[in-house]
């Protein structure tokens, strides 16, 4: 009956679905669990929206959903000495024939881009890929890093990667770009100042510009933006060059 019924629908019925048609046709209580130690057994599990995950891991995350981290800095977006406090965020990049995900971590002290990683996909991957390179240039035991609630960073491996090396995990809430509103004011200089004013905004939003390109344009603008663009909140200096006045954190901004 269950290979009827899959063929009829190409293998479209999960178990769950199936075991209510075989028990409205035979007017028997059948066992959900039977169903599929069968449907498995003789591979005729359903092919539409299989399960991504192991049911361990839809476990972790249901019990992960009580256990958010919570938002430490409430917008402050401050920090008084270097390497202690940090933002992150994915950013969309388009190019022709697609999308990259750009992945930055900046240091709030300065507000100097410190990691950042392509990818193809928006994933916990690229994200602990980009945290693994931060650590491995500066000690991250006792640092906050702050980004929004988005999946990537609410992942199990994320949290436990931060969980190992030390790190206190924050998240703003859900759908509100203020509170990681550092890290929306960087993205938004890059696409502003990099890629639009190259490119042009249309060219961009409308994917019309080689992929090659849009890397080789951010691979420039990241070290210029750190190196040489000066802010008006560190006294015109450029991040790097205010981290190099202030090593350790001596605030009021020394101005030259």
């Known amino acids: 009956m269950i290979n009827d019924v899959q063929s009829e629908t190409s293998c479209a019925v999960g178990y769950r679905k199936m ?3 075989i028990r409205k046709r035979t007017g028997k209580h059948v066992n959900r669990k039977r169903v599929l ?13 299989r399960k991504q995950y192991s049911d361990e891991v839809y476990l972790k995350r ?4 009580g256990t958010e981290p919570p938002d430490l800095i409430n917008r402050w977006f401050f920090s008084l000495s270097p390497r202690t406090l940090f933002a992150e965020d994915i950013t969309y990049l388009f190019y022709l024939g697609g999308t990259l995900y750009l992945n930055t971590i900046i240091d709030l002290f300065n507000k100097q ?5 392509w990818g193809d ?18 000690d991250l035991r006792g640092t906050v890093i702050h980004s929004d609630h988005g999946s990537s960073y609410n992942s199990w491996s994320y949290r436990q990667l931060l969980k ?24 938004g200089i890059l696409k502003a100042e990099g890629l639009y004013n190259k490119f042009g905004k249309t060219k961009i939003l409308n994917h019309r510009i080689e992929r090659e390109d849009i890397i080789a344009r951010v691979e420039w603008f990241i070290p210029w933006y750190n ?5 008006k909140d560190l006294g015109g200096l450029s991040p790097e060059e205010f981290l190099e006045r202030n090593p350790k954190g001596t605030y009021p901004v020394l101005i030259s």
């Open 62 to 65: 249901r019990q992960m959903k």
């Open 19 to 21: 075991t209510y048609i």
């Open 37 to 49: 130690s069968l449907m498995r057994r003789h591979g005729m599990l359903s092919a539409v929206r």
């Open 113 to 117: 881009v410190v990691a950042w990683l």
């Open 121 to 138: 996909r928006p994933d916990s991957d690229l994200c602990e890929d980009t945290v693994r390179k931060l650590a491995a240039s500066c």
């Open 164 to 187: 190992d090396l030390g790190v206190r995990q924050s998240c703003g809430t859900k759908a509100d770009c203020y509170d990681n509103a550092a890290m929306e004011s960087f993205n």
């Open 227 to 231: 190196n040489v663009r000066p802010k």
